[in-house]
T-cell receptor, first 113, second 113 residues
Framework: DSGVTQTPKHLITATGQRVTLRCSPR?????VYWYQQSLDQGLQFLIQ???????AKGNILERFSAQQFPDLHSELNLSSLELGDSALYFC????????????FGSGTRLTVV | EDQVTQSPEALRLQEGESSSLNCSYT??????LFWYRQDPGKGPEFLFT???AGEEKEKERLKATLTKKESFLHITAPKPEDSATYLC??????????????FGKGTKLSVKP
């Protein structure tokens, strides 16, 4: 157990739907990162939050959004889902803004049918 | 554009047959280079961080080295349990507090008994 908790582990939904993925960071970590991993693209950075504030944005689609709450857990919202959104979504946390020493969760496998 | 290229894509070894994995990178200011191990369906597991050319780190049968343009992960006398995908990532120095990592696509290592 890495200490980073992601729920749910698996999610199957239809095209056009909206889903929410949840992440609880390791105790004491203030930064949360979201990554998408697909077979052909590898791990792609989506977005970073630090202590409730958005810190950096990667290749995140406009249909996707995220937030970090006062208790530091984070949610990634995916809407108007397409088949191509099927992937593993990972959350990682670290103590610092700079990001050294990431710990990854076990991921949420999203399947869009 | 900052990027990371790993080679080979896949590597098959016999138990005890030592080899090296390559990670070449181009980044505008390197803050750190990271190696992770990922087992199927699981989140990446942190192995090493390297910060400057000439630095080396070791853990059991693994040794990571860093030059100004590439890093190597040397595997000495591998065992079947070393089979996994090994990911290389860099953290660029954007002058701020972003901590996102840029990942390569990984090398899938299979060690046969």
């Amino acid at each position: 157990d890495s200490g980073v908790t992601q729920t749910p582990k698996h999610l199957i939904t239809a095209t056009g739907q909206r889903v929410t993925l949840r992440c609880s960071p390791r105790s004491g970590d203030l930064s949360v990162y979201w990554y998408q991993q697909s077979l052909d693209q590898g791990l792609q950075f989506l977005i970073q939050y630090y202590n409730g504030e958005e810190r950096a944005k990667g290749n995140i689609l406009e249909r996707f959004s995220a937030q970090q709450f006062p208790d530091l857990h984070s949610e990634l919202n995916l809407s108007s889902l397409e088949l191509g959104d099927s992937a593993l979504y990972f959350c990682a946390s670290s103590p610092w803004k700079g990001g050294s020493g990431y710990t990854f969760g076990s991921g949420t496998r999203l399947t869009v049918v | 554009e900052d990027q990371v290229t790993q080679s080979p894509e896949a590597l098959r070894l016999q138990e005890g047959e030592s080899s090296s994995l390559n990670c070449s990178y181009t980044v505008s200011g390197l803050r750190g280079l990271f190696w992770y191990r990922q087992d199927p369906g699981k989140g990446p597991e942190f192995l090493f961080t390297l910060y400057s050319a000439g630095e080396e780190k070791e853990k059991e049968r693994l040794k990571a080295t860093l030059t100004k343009k590439e890093s190597f992960l040397h595997i000495t006398a591998p065992k079947p349990e070393d089979s996994a995908t090994y990911l290389c990532a860099v953290q660029a120095d954007y002058g701020g507090s972003q901590g996102n990592l840029i990942f390569g696509k990984g090398t899938k290592l299979s060690v046969k008994p």
